[in-house]
């Protein structure tokens, strides 16, 4: 199924139920539903056998598993340890703007320094007396990525979210007064138009957790206050979460744009029914890289309720491309050294890996292209910085090791800053990962890795059509692409499309969104 056909079945659910009467405690639940939908079209695509048309039945425990009695000792002493980390929030000034990181965004480095390269440069732009607050949840994974550029603070969630579960545990007769409104009817229209169950017992369990999620926001908000929020990535349950807090105190949320959105992503696009009020859990605003993002994102929602005015799109553009556009920052001896030997080479290529369960796809057409051009081509295997671990690492190297493939790097070219790489490649391979327009901007051209023409093919048809990207279906394709296109962009020459880096666009944005209670546009 293409991602167009799956949009589609979206489009059609909210076009023949009233998506937004499937509440819990007041909470309009699509989001979340249409996140789970997006799950399950992922996993059908990796394993067309998996069983998602079961209809399993949500468990309803008659008898709270605990006592406020058994807990409280417990409880007592989260709830003290959450105080005391809160105590030094409210020392801090009147917060103008807050930076919620994950470590995921700290991906490249800048002297030796960790940098959110969605956040950080925002960041930098902000007006140096307006208060700026930087933080992230406190996990080990976060405190091996240091030091960082723009420095924050760690927010430990552990203390909140045990007492909130340790409360739960106590109020399962309470819980259960509160049933998902309309569920039931939304899981038929569902299983119409897709073959899926949606799982109640699970989308039960997130809530429960956004819930705790909230607690755990709306006692730290409380104290920041901050103007505005600024995010990466709003479809998960934390940043949910944080969003809804954010709107019950009045802080307006901007998701800053990280990737893929385009006319065919299921979280971005197609949003026919939004409420005169909007979603709780979808940002006030989205920041994007350009008005080619903006029309991409507003032309697919239909024109009545409050499809044109909630979670807007703002052109403020990417501003980690306008800084590396200009200039390099920060390499190591030992990246400058191993950039200078792929001088060697006559053609560099990059290719920018994505989700494991696609990586069959790739490589089959990617082995026999390396095979093809062992003697000319130098292929830099870069994996996403959510994709990246052992298995991942694994599959890769056994796939190429098993043909004798020694023409390829990894390590360098997954820890070093994206744009270094891209300034010395000649060509780049993907499959459908946004960093094809990063490579356009810096003028490198792009192979789309889409044979049965299901995801990049979609995702990127124009720019196809249009002969800016090339369709790659076999591995001829890519041999006779990486000699026909090369050279034909120069490597030093900004170009614009679809990622605006004009610095005044996002000074625009900022000034109003910092300086207005509301922003209007």
Not at 91 to 105: H, I, K, M, Q, V
Not at 483 to 503: H, M, P, Q
């Given at each position: 199924?293409s ?8 489009v ?5 139920f009233?998506?937004n009467?499937v509440?819990y ?7 979340l ?12 695509n990796?394993?067309p056998?998996?069983?998602?048309n ?17 807990i409280?000792p ?8 959450w105080?005391?980390s809160l105590?030094?929030?409210s020392?801090?000034d009147?917060t103008?703007?807050?930076?919620f ?5 700290h991906s ?10 969605c956040l ?8 140096p ?6 933080i ?5 994974q976060g ?13 430990n ?6 007492k ?12 259960e007064t509160y ?8 899981q ?6 897709t073959g899926?169950?949606i ?7 997130q ?9 755990f ?5 409380s104290?920041i206050?901050?103007r505005v ?5 709003y ?10 807090t954010?709107r019950?105190?009045?802080i ?30 979808l940002?006030d ?12 994102m ?14 807007l799109?703002?052109?403020g ?13 920060g ?10 030997q ?9 290719v ?5 369960d696609?990586?069959p ?6 082995v ?13 295997i ?8 052992e298995?991942?690492?694994?599959r890769?190297l ?13 390590e ?16 780049h ?21 889409d ?5 990049g ?13 090339d ?12 000699k026909?296109n090369?050279?034909?962009?120069s490597?030093?020459t900004y ?6 880096i004009k ?12 300086e207005q ?5």
């Amino acid at each position: 199924m293409s991602v167009e056909q799956e949009l589609q079945k979206i489009v059609a659910i909210e076009q023949s139920f009233d998506v937004n009467s499937v509440t819990y405690q007041g909470l309009k639940v699509w989001p979340l539903v249409r996140l789970s939908l997006v799950y399950c079209f992922r996993q059908l695509n990796a394993n067309p056998n998996v069983i998602l048309n079961q209809r399993r039945p949500c468990k309803r425990p008659s008898e709270p598993e605990l006592t406020f009695q058994k807990i409280q000792p417990e409880y007592n002493k989260q709830s003290q340890a959450w105080r005391e980390s809160l105590a030094p929030f409210s020392l801090l000034d009147n917060t103008g703007a807050l930076f919620f990181s994950r470590r995921e965004n700290h991906s490249e480095k800048i002297e030796g320094k960790f940098v959110d390269r969605c956040l950080d440069p925002i960041l930098e732009r902000c007006d140096p007396q307006l208060n700026i607050l930087k933080i992230e949840l406190d996990f080990p994974q976060g405190r091996r990525k240091q030091p960082r550029y723009e420095p924050g603070v760690f927010v430990n969630p552990y203390p909140c979210l045990v007492k909130e579960h340790l409360m739960r545990r106590c109020l399962v007769n309470v819980l259960e007064t509160y049933p998902i409104q309309n569920f039931t009817e939304l899981q038929f229209i569902v299983h119409k138009h897709t073959g899926f169950w949606i799982d109640e017992q699970r989308l039960l369990e997130q809530i429960y957790l956004l819930q705790s999620y909230e607690t755990f926001f709306t006692d730290l908000l409380s104290i920041i206050r901050p103007r505005v929020v600024f995010l990466v990535c709003y479809y998960y349950i934390v940043a949910m979460a944080l969003v809804k807090t954010c709107r019950e105190l009045d802080i307006e949320t901007i998701e800053v744009q990280h990737g893929i959105q385009g006319r065919y992503h299921k979280m971005y696009s197609a949003w026919t029914r939004i409420p005169s009020s909007g979603y709780e859990l979808l940002p006030d605003y989205f920041w994007v890289w350009s008005e080619q993002c903006q029309r991409d994102m507003m032309e697919t929602r239909p024109q009545f309720g409050g499809n044109q005015t909630h979670h807007l799109p703002l052109v403020g553009g990417n501003l980690w491309l306008a800084k590396w556009s200009k200039e390099d920052f920060g390499l190591s001896e030992a990246e400058k050294e191993f950039l200078n030997q792929l001088r060697q080479y006559q053609k560099v290529i990059l290719v920018s890996l994505q989700i494991f369960d696609r990586f069959p796809e790739l490589l089959d057409l990617l082995v026999p292209a390396m095979q093809g051009a062992a003697g000319s081509c130098f292929w830099l295997i870069r994996f996403h910085p959510l994709h990246q671990g052992e298995r991942e690492v694994k599959r890769i190297l056994s796939a190429l090791q098993a043909h004798n493939l020694t023409n390829f790097e990894i390590e360098f070219s997954t820890k070093m800053p994206l744009y270094s790489l891209l300034k010395c490649c000649d060509y780049h391979i993907t499959q459908s990962s946004t960093v094809c327009h990063e490579a356009y901007a810096l003028g490198v051209k792009t192979g789309i890795i889409d044979p049965l023409k299901k995801f990049g093919y979609f995702y990127y048809r124009e720019q196809i059509d249009k002969g800016d990207f090339d369709l790659i279906t076999q591995p001829e394709n890519i041999i006779s692409a990486i000699k026909s296109n090369t050279g034909n962009f120069s490597a030093n020459t900004y170009r614009e499309g679809y990622i605006d880096i004009k610095t005044e666009l996002a000074e625009r944005v900022l000034s109003q969104v910092l300086e207005q209670p509301k922003v209007s546009f």
